[in-house]
């Protein structure tokens, strides 16, 4: 059964990244070098903050972030701002306002990125930001003038913009918070999947399929 938290060895439990290291012949790990480390650290956040009775769900995920990994900026960028769009519509007040600078950040990063022209936003982005108009006017109050270089934000913003969106929908007041963090989760794996080329591979373990594979394996390790 998945785990919140590390996990000394598989005997204690493990946690998402964990039985991902396990599965790839790394060293037993919540950081291993097989899965990008943001996408790492989203699937991290989603298993710790998902409920005990949700979590199992996760698994069938598990061997798909396996070598999905780049030193491309734009794979943090784009996967900080498909977090901070899943979170801020429903998000507490209280985050609204760093989850929609978030937001606004990564398009004009990737207008950068990309080559775009400057203020575009990609029609997720401007549903996301229609959902909290006036947050949305401050959050381009506050932005504007200001420049980031890609390696600082990837280094420091991205990080922060993926645990503010998964607290923030953690905590948020909807039906079905549990799905909504899977999902999150599932995009982003969908996304990085696309990048690297590897759309078209065998898709994750199916939850039948997950005992026979992991259970014995790590009992046995």
Same mark, same amino acid.
């Given at each position: 059964?998945?785990?919140?938290?590390?996990?000394?060895?598989?005997?204690?439990?493990?946690?998402?990244?964990?039985?991902?290291?396990?599965?790839?012949?790394?060293?037993?790990?919540?950081?291993?070098?097989?899965?990008?480390?943001?996408?790492?650290?989203?699937?991290? $956040?989603?298993?710790? #903050?998902?409920?005990?009775?949700? /979590? +199992?769900?996760?698994?069938?995920?598990?061997? *798909? !972030?396996?070598? %999905?990994?780049?030193?491309?900026?734009?794979?943090?960028?784009?996967?900080?701002?498909?977090?901070?769009?899943?979170?801020?519509?429903?998000?507490?007040?209280?985050?609204?306002?760093?989850?929609?600078?978030?937001?606004?950040? $990564?398009?004009?990063? #990737?207008?950068?990125?990309?080559? /775009? +022209?400057?203020?575009?936003?990609?029609?997720? *982005? !401007?549903?996301? %930001?229609?959902?909290?108009?006036?947050?949305?006017?401050?959050?381009?109050?506050?932005?504007?003038?200001?420049?980031?270089?890609?390696?600082?934000?990837?280094?420091?913003?991205?990080?922060?913009?993926?645990?503010?969106?998964?607290?923030?929908?953690?905590?948020?007041?909807?039906?079905?918070?549990?799905?909504?963090?899977?999902?999150?989760?599932?995009?982003?794996?969908?996304?990085?999947?696309?990048?690297?080329?590897?759309?078209?591979?065998?898709?994750?373990?199916?939850?039948?399929?997950?005992?026979?594979?992991?259970?014995?394996?790590?009992?046995?390790?």
């Amino acid at each position: 059964m998945l785990g919140r938290g590390k996990h000394r060895n598989p005997k204690k439990g493990a946690c998402f990244m964990e039985l991902a290291s396990f599965l790839a012949g790394e060293r037993w790990s919540d950081h291993p070098q097989c899965t990008h480390p943001l996408l790492a650290m989203l699937a991290r $956040a989603v298993n710790d #903050l998902t409920s005990d009775r949700a /979590r +199992p769900q996760l698994a069938p995920l598990i061997p *798909s !972030v396996i070598g %999905l990994t780049s030193d491309d900026p734009r794979w943090d960028v784009r996967i900080a701002l498909r977090a901070a769009q899943a979170a801020l519509p429903v998000a507490p007040a209280d985050r609204q306002q760093t989850l929609a600078v978030a937001v606004i950040g $990564a398009e004009r990063m #990737l207008d950068t990125l990309d080559d /775009r +022209p400057d203020g575009t936003l990609s029609q997720a *982005s !401007v549903d996301a %930001l229609e959902t909290a108009p006036k947050t949305t006017d401050w959050a381009y109050r506050f932005c504007e003038g200001t420049r980031v270089r890609p390696k600082r934000f990837v280094r420091d913003a991205a990080p922060s913009v993926v645990s503010t969106a998964v607290q923030g929908i953690s905590e948020a007041f909807v039906p079905d918070v549990d799905a909504r963090l899977r999902d999150l989760l599932r995009g982003a794996i969908e996304d990085a999947r696309a990048w690297a080329g590897r759309s078209d591979d065998e898709p994750a373990l199916r939850e039948e399929q997950w005992e026979d594979v992991v259970r014995p394996a790590a009992v046995d390790a």
